[in-house]
Protein backbone atom coordinates (compact mmCIF):
# COMPACT_ATOMS: atom_id res chain seq x y z
CA UNK A 1 0.00 0.00 0.00
CA UNK A 2 0.88 3.77 -0.06
CA UNK A 3 3.03 5.04 2.76
CA UNK A 4 3.39 8.77 2.74
CA UNK A 5 6.53 10.39 4.97
CA UNK A 6 5.97 13.82 5.97
CA UNK A 7 9.47 16.82 7.24
CA UNK A 8 9.57 18.52 9.07
CA UNK A 9 7.32 16.96 12.28
CA UNK A 10 7.61 20.95 13.77
CA UNK A 11 8.47 23.87 11.89
CA UNK A 12 9.06 27.44 13.52
CA UNK A 13 9.29 30.61 11.30
CA UNK A 14 9.01 34.31 11.30
CA UNK A 15 6.46 36.09 10.59
CA UNK A 16 7.04 37.02 6.92
CA UNK A 17 9.35 34.80 5.69
CA UNK A 18 8.33 31.30 3.76
CA UNK A 19 7.92 27.83 5.38
CA UNK A 20 8.29 25.02 2.93
CA UNK A 21 7.18 21.94 3.97
CA UNK A 22 8.25 18.60 1.88
CA UNK A 23 5.97 14.90 1.23
CA UNK A 24 7.45 12.05 -0.58
CA UNK A 25 4.94 8.82 -1.13
CA UNK A 26 5.50 5.12 -2.49
CA UNK A 27 3.42 4.42 -4.92
CA UNK A 28 3.94 5.72 -8.42
CA UNK A 29 0.09 4.91 -9.30
CA UNK A 30 -0.98 7.87 -6.76
CA UNK A 31 -1.65 11.30 -8.54
CA UNK A 32 -3.89 13.30 -6.70
CA UNK A 33 -2.36 15.17 -3.56
CA UNK A 34 -4.05 17.16 -1.16
CA UNK A 35 -3.04 19.16 1.34
CA UNK A 36 -4.91 19.80 4.69
CA UNK A 37 -5.40 22.37 7.36
CA UNK A 38 -5.57 21.91 11.15
CA UNK A 39 -6.08 25.04 13.47
CA UNK A 40 -6.13 23.51 17.42
CA UNK A 41 -8.99 21.70 18.10
CA UNK A 42 -10.74 22.09 14.77
CA UNK A 43 -11.33 19.74 11.68
CA UNK A 44 -8.99 19.48 9.16
CA UNK A 45 -9.60 21.92 6.03
CA UNK A 46 -8.86 21.33 2.39
CA UNK A 47 -6.17 24.11 1.43
CA UNK A 48 -4.69 22.92 -1.78
CA UNK A 49 -4.58 19.70 -4.41
CA UNK A 50 -2.76 19.12 -7.55
CA UNK A 51 -3.04 16.42 -9.65
CA UNK A 52 0.00 14.15 -11.36
CA UNK A 53 -0.89 16.04 -15.13
CA UNK A 54 0.27 19.82 -13.26
CA UNK A 55 3.59 20.22 -11.71
CA UNK A 56 2.83 23.38 -9.46
CA UNK A 57 -0.28 24.91 -8.40
CA UNK A 58 -0.77 28.60 -7.08
CA UNK A 59 -3.84 30.01 -4.72
CA UNK A 60 -2.24 33.48 -3.17
CA UNK A 61 0.28 32.40 -0.74
CA UNK A 62 0.14 28.80 -0.63
CA UNK A 63 2.01 26.75 -3.47
CA UNK A 64 2.28 23.12 -3.90
CA UNK A 65 4.87 21.74 -6.18
CA UNK A 66 5.05 17.74 -7.67
CA UNK A 67 7.75 15.99 -8.83
CA UNK A 68 6.37 12.43 -9.90
CA UNK A 69 9.63 11.03 -10.57
CA UNK A 70 11.04 11.59 -7.37
CA UNK A 71 7.56 10.74 -5.40
CA UNK A 72 8.08 14.27 -3.78
CA UNK A 73 5.53 17.14 -3.58
CA UNK A 74 5.92 20.10 -1.37
CA UNK A 75 3.73 23.17 0.20
CA UNK A 76 5.15 26.35 0.54
CA UNK A 77 3.51 29.53 2.27
CA UNK A 78 5.31 32.93 1.05
CA UNK A 79 4.98 35.97 3.67
CA UNK A 80 3.60 34.10 6.48
CA UNK A 81 1.16 35.18 9.10
CA UNK A 82 0.46 34.21 12.53
CA UNK A 83 -2.99 32.79 11.36
CA UNK A 84 -0.96 30.58 9.18
CA UNK A 85 -0.24 28.56 12.42
CA UNK A 86 -1.64 25.30 12.07
CA UNK A 87 -1.13 21.70 11.73
CA UNK A 88 -0.76 20.69 7.77
CA UNK A 89 -1.18 17.19 6.63
CA UNK A 90 -0.39 16.07 2.98
CA UNK A 91 -2.00 12.77 1.34
CA UNK A 92 -1.99 11.20 -1.38
CA UNK A 93 -4.69 8.67 -3.52
CA UNK A 94 -4.55 6.67 -6.45
CA UNK A 95 -6.78 7.63 -9.08
CA UNK A 96 -10.81 6.72 -8.32
CA UNK A 97 -8.95 5.08 -5.30
CA UNK A 98 -10.38 5.12 -2.25
CA UNK A 99 -7.73 5.26 -0.07
CA UNK A 100 -6.36 8.58 1.16
CA UNK A 101 -2.95 7.91 3.16
CA UNK A 102 -1.83 10.34 4.87
CA UNK A 103 1.35 12.48 6.08
CA UNK A 104 2.55 12.00 10.32
CA UNK A 105 2.03 16.20 9.86
CA UNK A 106 3.68 19.08 10.38
CA UNK A 107 3.32 21.65 13.26
CA UNK A 108 3.88 25.21 12.31
CA UNK A 109 4.37 28.11 14.25
CA UNK A 110 4.51 31.32 12.62
CA UNK A 111 6.15 33.66 15.56
CA UNK A 112 4.94 37.27 15.28
CA UNK B 1 -25.49 24.34 6.29
CA UNK B 2 -23.36 21.57 4.33
CA UNK B 3 -21.69 19.43 7.44
CA UNK B 4 -20.43 16.22 9.12
CA UNK B 5 -21.88 15.81 12.44
CA UNK B 6 -20.08 13.48 14.77
CA UNK B 7 -21.38 12.87 18.15
CA UNK B 8 -20.35 13.06 20.92
CA UNK B 9 -17.06 15.43 20.98
CA UNK B 10 -15.72 13.72 24.11
CA UNK B 11 -16.20 10.40 25.53
CA UNK B 12 -14.35 9.03 28.30
CA UNK B 13 -15.33 5.26 29.35
CA UNK B 14 -14.01 2.38 30.48
CA UNK B 15 -12.03 -0.77 28.74
CA UNK B 16 -14.40 -3.29 27.13
CA UNK B 17 -17.99 -1.41 27.14
CA UNK B 18 -19.24 -1.01 24.00
CA UNK B 19 -19.93 2.51 22.42
CA UNK B 20 -20.73 3.80 19.29
CA UNK B 21 -19.60 7.15 17.71
CA UNK B 22 -22.22 8.60 15.19
CA UNK B 23 -21.91 10.31 12.56
CA UNK B 24 -23.97 12.09 10.00
CA UNK B 25 -23.66 13.74 6.78
CA UNK B 26 -26.27 16.08 4.80
CA UNK B 27 -24.59 16.73 1.04
CA UNK B 28 -25.80 13.22 -0.20
CA UNK B 29 -22.57 11.95 -0.48
CA UNK B 30 -21.71 8.02 -1.11
CA UNK B 31 -18.45 8.52 0.23
CA UNK B 32 -17.90 7.95 4.19
CA UNK B 33 -14.84 7.24 6.35
CA UNK B 34 -13.31 6.89 9.66
CA UNK B 35 -10.14 8.39 10.17
CA UNK B 36 -8.12 7.86 13.82
CA UNK B 37 -5.64 11.05 14.78
CA UNK B 38 -2.54 10.62 16.93
CA UNK B 39 0.25 12.56 17.78
CA UNK B 40 3.17 11.55 14.62
CA UNK B 41 1.21 9.28 12.82
CA UNK B 42 -0.95 11.70 11.34
CA UNK B 43 -5.01 10.46 10.01
CA UNK B 44 -5.23 6.62 9.67
CA UNK B 45 -7.78 5.11 7.90
CA UNK B 46 -10.41 2.71 9.94
CA UNK B 47 -12.88 2.38 7.97
CA UNK B 48 -14.41 3.13 4.39
CA UNK B 49 -18.05 2.75 2.80
CA UNK B 50 -18.67 3.62 -0.89
CA UNK B 51 -22.14 3.41 -1.01
CA UNK B 52 -25.13 2.02 1.23
CA UNK B 53 -24.01 -1.79 2.21
CA UNK B 54 -20.99 -1.17 0.89
CA UNK B 55 -18.00 -1.24 3.53
CA UNK B 56 -14.12 -1.57 3.48
CA UNK B 57 -11.60 -1.95 5.73
CA UNK B 58 -8.46 0.31 5.69
CA UNK B 59 -5.50 0.85 7.50
CA UNK B 60 -6.37 -0.01 10.85
CA UNK B 61 -9.23 -1.90 11.16
CA UNK B 62 -9.25 -3.91 14.24
CA UNK B 63 -11.06 -3.64 17.12
CA UNK B 64 -13.54 -1.42 15.11
CA UNK B 65 -16.63 -2.02 13.22
CA UNK B 66 -19.02 0.08 10.68
CA UNK B 67 -22.30 0.01 9.50
CA UNK B 68 -23.85 1.81 6.61
CA UNK B 69 -27.49 1.47 6.41
CA UNK B 70 -28.63 4.88 5.38
CA UNK B 71 -26.50 7.04 2.88
CA UNK B 72 -26.35 9.75 5.53
CA UNK B 73 -24.69 8.03 8.25
CA UNK B 74 -21.77 5.69 9.50
CA UNK B 75 -21.71 4.89 12.52
CA UNK B 76 -18.20 3.32 13.97
CA UNK B 77 -18.90 0.99 16.93
CA UNK B 78 -16.04 -0.57 19.83
CA UNK B 79 -17.61 -3.95 20.42
CA UNK B 80 -14.87 -3.92 23.28
CA UNK B 81 -12.53 -0.45 23.45
CA UNK B 82 -9.18 -0.90 25.13
CA UNK B 83 -7.04 2.05 26.09
CA UNK B 84 -5.34 1.64 22.69
CA UNK B 85 -8.00 3.11 20.89
CA UNK B 86 -7.75 6.56 23.27
CA UNK B 87 -7.75 8.65 20.28
CA UNK B 88 -9.26 11.29 18.17
CA UNK B 89 -11.64 10.30 16.15
CA UNK B 90 -12.81 11.98 12.62
CA UNK B 91 -15.76 10.79 9.95
CA UNK B 92 -15.42 12.08 6.86
CA UNK B 93 -17.26 12.48 3.52
CA UNK B 94 -17.10 13.08 0.01
CA UNK B 95 -19.17 12.74 -3.07
CA UNK B 96 -19.10 10.82 -6.65
CA UNK B 97 -17.27 8.03 -5.29
CA UNK B 98 -18.25 6.10 -8.35
CA UNK B 99 -17.91 8.77 -10.87
CA UNK B 100 -14.57 8.77 -12.49
CA UNK B 101 -13.91 13.03 -11.38
CA UNK B 102 -14.47 11.35 -7.58
CA UNK B 103 -10.36 11.43 -7.30
CA UNK B 104 -10.14 15.17 -6.56
CA UNK B 105 -13.57 15.48 -4.29
CA UNK B 106 -12.09 16.86 -1.43
CA UNK B 107 -12.80 15.27 2.18
CA UNK B 108 -15.25 16.76 4.24
CA UNK B 109 -14.43 16.08 7.92
CA UNK B 110 -16.61 16.27 11.08
CA UNK B 111 -15.52 18.47 14.11
CA UNK B 112 -14.14 15.25 15.73
CA UNK B 113 -14.45 12.84 18.56
CA UNK B 114 -11.86 12.74 21.67
CA UNK B 115 -12.48 9.10 23.43
CA UNK B 116 -10.46 8.26 26.19
CA UNK B 117 -10.58 3.93 27.39
CA UNK B 118 -9.41 3.94 30.38
Known amino acids: GENVEQHPSTLSVQEGDSAVIKCTYSDSASNYFPWYKQELGKRPQLIID?????GEKKDQRIAVTLNKTAKHFSLHITETQPEDSAVYFCAARRNAGNMLTFGGGTRLMVKP | EAQVTQNPRYLITVTGKKLTVTCSQNMNHEYMSWYRQDPGLGLRQIYYSMNVEVTDKGDVPEGYKVSRKEKRNFPLILESPSPNQTSLYFC?????????????????FGNGTRLTVT
Open chain 1, 50 to 54: IRSNV
Open chain 2, 92 to 108: ASRGQAVAQLSYNSPLH
